[in-house]
């Protein structure tokens, strides 16, 4: 996908938002309680952006900074999140590639200084009944040195054409997105995730938001992914809507000015797919996605995420608790 862009004179620098939820147990006590009933590390405290959380949370995440100068690995800020025990990282923005690599060991880093410290940490889209976890994808496009989003009077077209991109393979690409039976958990009305196909500047409340107005800043912030999501697939799969919307032209949809959660039907809004295999279903009729990803990548992942459903359901998964033991068991240690 980045080849792709550079043969129409675009680069892409993109950034991403790395959350997790940390346990006071060490991981051995975790998986004796089947990764359930575990303590959040930092108290009981869930306001996003406050640091109310207790010093030894704030003592993990400074461990965690120090480990990532030591190794060269550039990030920007860290904060606490909405749920207890859960962190917000954000790496500092490069090439989707750089991007990818950083993504995979900073997650290691936060794991190996978790284990050191004797807690557990987890990317689980939802490890517990409560809030979710994400993985949002910032992007910019940049062409002779200057960004390609920018515009003075709001999105340029080029960030227009990009939207229009993302919005009409969203549904698609939701299945790369949001990977796991957990993953589709977290969509649910006024809880913060985007669960329509939608769009907004400055809308936080929509699937993508558009920055818009600043030279240096006017971005994309893509809100689907979720804390599961592979990032290099996910990278991917952002790049390729970016460049179907602009080999295309595509306009995107009329922005949504007001809330994007609870729209009632009739306004043209779809929703996002809500299982993974309506996804994996809405993936396999893209015709765009199968051209720009390869045919064989996706047929691979339409008949993996088809698996993982049937291992749901014949292995122990009940898809009428909040968080069923068998996803706890398969997902909090995963990648």
């Known amino acids: 996908m980045t080849e792709r862009l550079a043969a129409h004179g675009f680069t892409a620098t993109v950034a991403v938002e790395i959350e997790a939820t940390v346990f006071e147990e060490p ?3 975790a998986r004796a309680r089947g990764y359930r009933d575990l303590t959040p590390l930092g108290g009981s405290a869930g306001t996003a952006y406050h640091l109310a959380k207790s010093a030894d949370w704030t003592g993990y995440m400074n461990a965690v900074a120090d480990r990532l100068d030591e190794v060269g690995i550039a990030w920007e800020a860290w904060s606490d999140e909405d749920a207890a025990g859960q962190i917000e990282l954000n790496l500092a923005p490069g090439d989707p590639i750089g991007i990818g690599d950083a993504w995979a060991r900073t997650r290691q880093i936060m794991r190996e200084v978790a284990f050191e410290r004797g807690h557990s940490v987890t990317f689980m889209a939802k490890p517990t009944a409560g809030y979710g976890q994400a993985s949002h994808i910032n992007l910019s496009l940049q062409r002779d040195g200057a960004n390609a989003f920018y515009a003075e009077n709001g999105p340029s077209d080029t960030m227009l054409h990009a939207i229009g991109g993302l919005l009409a393979t ?8 949001l990977p796991q039976i957990t993953s589709y958990r977290r969509l649910v009305d006024l809880s913060g995730p985007p669960v329509t196909i939608s769009w907004g500047i400055s809308n936080k409340t929509a699937a993508v938001r558009a920055v818009c107005g600043h030279l240096a800043y006017s971005r994309l912030e893509y809100r689907l992914p979720g804390a599961d999501a592979n990032l290099y697939l996910a990278l991917a799969g952002v790049l390729a809507g970016v460049v179907a919307g602009l080999e295309r032209k595509t306009d995107p949809p009329e922005q949504v000015t007001e809330m994007a959660w609870c729209l009632p039907p009739g306004l043209g809004v779809d929703r996002i797919p809500d299982t993974i295999t309506k996804a994996a279903a809405a993936l396999e009729s893209d015709l765009v996605l199968r ?6 990548f996706v047929d691979c992942w339409i008949a993996s995420r088809r698996w993982e459903w049937m291992q749901f359901h014949t292995a122990g998964g009940d898809p009428f608790s909040e968080l069923s033991a068998w996803e ?8």
């Open 170 to 177: 969203m549904a698609g690409v939701t299945s790369i997105m």
């Open 27 to 29: 991981i051995h006590e």
């Open 291 to 296: 051209e720009l990803l390869g045919e064989e």
């Open 328 to 335: 706890s068991t398969r997902y909090f240690e995963l990648p």
